[in-house]
T-cell receptor, first 113, second 110 residues
Framework: EPEVTQTPSHQVTQMGQEVILRCVPI?????FYWYRQILGQKVEFLVS????????KSEIFDDQFSVERPDGSNFTLKIRSTKLEDSAMYFC???????????FGSGTRLTVV | RKEVEQDPGPFNVPEGATVAFNCTYS??????FFWYRQDCRKEPKLLMS???SGNEDGRFTAQLNRASQYISLLIRDSKLSDSATYLC???????????FGAGTTVTVRA
């Protein structure tokens, strides 16, 4: 079964540092997403990406965040200057026709110290 | 008011029992409804979509009540492997995002 691959599985970073979270969506999917889940809380939408541009973003997705699809396969989330409250599980997802057919990656656990 | 509200539980049930729980959503423009399952520290996985007429997938039955804006999930003949957090998920038409509830925890005991 096709899957969404995320790397790394766990990242520890110092406050103020930049991090890049990487995702390889399913190859024939057209819609790409980032969600996050702070420990013990609900899954929250960050951003959706379609046709090489952001299609929607949440209030959480401020100027510290950016997304990119640098080549035909990778989809990245960059946090420019991490804060303690950015500590969370970050899930990448892709779909062939939103909102159906969503597949989530196994997540990157980001710990900001 | 939260977009999607769920009873957090936990629901502790013996193997073989039936367990049911609901979720309510606030946006009447919501068009697509799903139940996802999440195991501890893992990604959400689609359990089933929820259709207006209600639908069944094996031991799982989902119902949608648009008038009252709630969705339900019923699990029959519970297995130990059904222990998980069940996430109610809603999408508004022409919107790209999914809105998640905080989840209902189910623990099935032997």
């Amino acid at each position: 079964e096709p899957e969404v691959t995320q790397t790394p599985s766990h990242q520890v970073t110092q406050m103020g540092q930049e991090v890049i979270l990487r995702c390889v969506p399913i190859s024939n999917h057209l819609y790409f997403y980032w969600y996050r889940q702070i420990l013990g809380q609900k899954v929250e939408f960050l951003v959706s990406f379609y046709n090489n541009e952001i299609s929607e973003k949440s209030e959480i997705f401020d100027d510290q965040f950016s997304v990119e699809r640098p080549d035909g396969s990778n989809f990245t989330l960059k946090i420019r200057s991490t804060k303690l409250e950015d500590s969370a599980m970050y899930f990448c997802a892709s779909s062939d026709r939103e909102p159906y057919g969503y597949t989530f990656g196994s997540g990157t656990r980001l710990t900001v110290v | 008011r939260k977009e999607v509200e769920q009873d957090p539980g936990p629901f502790n049930v013996p193997e073989g029992a039936t367990v049911a729980f609901n979720c309510t959503y606030s946006n009447s423009a919501s068009q697509s409804f799903f139940w996802y399952r999440q195991d501890c520290r893992k990604e959400p996985k689609l359990l089933m979509s929820v259709y207006s007429s209600g639908n069944e997938d094996g031991r799982f039955t989902a119902q949608l009540n648009r008038a009252s804006q709630y969705i339900s999930l019923l699990i029959r003949d519970s297995k130990l492997s059904d222990s998980a957090t069940y996430l109610c998920v809603v999408n508004v038409q022409d919107d790209y995002k999914l809105s998640f509830g905080a989840g209902t925890t189910v623990t099935v005991r032997a």
